[in-house]
Nanobody
Framework: VQLQASGGGLLQTGGSLRLSCAASGFNFRESSIGWFRQAPGKERERVACIRASDNTTSYADSLEGRFTISRDNFKSTAYLQMNSLKPEDTAVYYC????????????????????WGKGTQVTVSS
């Protein structure tokens, strides 16, 4: 099982970035995918989730509509488009997968998610 997050980088406030999460070794089509992040000195928090069956999405309220999660089942890849980035978005971003949509949608820290990838660093300078 592998989840590989990529696409992070260093950019200025207001910029955009698209993260990718390439999956292998499990049934991606039947798994809900979540993006989580952990900033220095803070706990991990849920950013967004997308359901397997119908691409229903769920976002953290704090994002104010700036981020969009999507998936491509043919490529077994999920994405996180991040716009209008702010310094407070600086964090390591992780993708995770689980067959339970409820778990991804309600777990604020991602506890219990089946699979996790290594994170990708996003740094937003002011």
């Amino acid at each position: 099982v592998q989840l590989q997050a990529s696409g992070g980088g260093l950019l200025q406030t207001g910029g955009s970035l698209r993260l990718s999460c390439a999956a292998s070794g499990f049934n991606f089509r039947e798994s809900s995918i979540g993006w989580f992040r952990q900033a220095p000195g803070k706990e991990r928090e849920r950013v967004a989730c997308i359901r397997a069956s119908d691409n229903t999405t769920s976002y953290a309220d704090s994002l104010e509509g700036r981020f969009t999660i999507s998936r491509d089942n043919f490529k077994s890849t999920a994405y996180l488009q991040m716009n209008s980035l702010k310094p407070e978005d600086t964090a390591v971003y992780y993708c995770a997968a689980d067959t339970l949509w409820r778990l991804c949608r309600t777990s604020t820290k991602g506890h219990g998610m089946d699979y996790w990838g290594k994170g990708t660093q996003v740094t937003v300078s002011s």
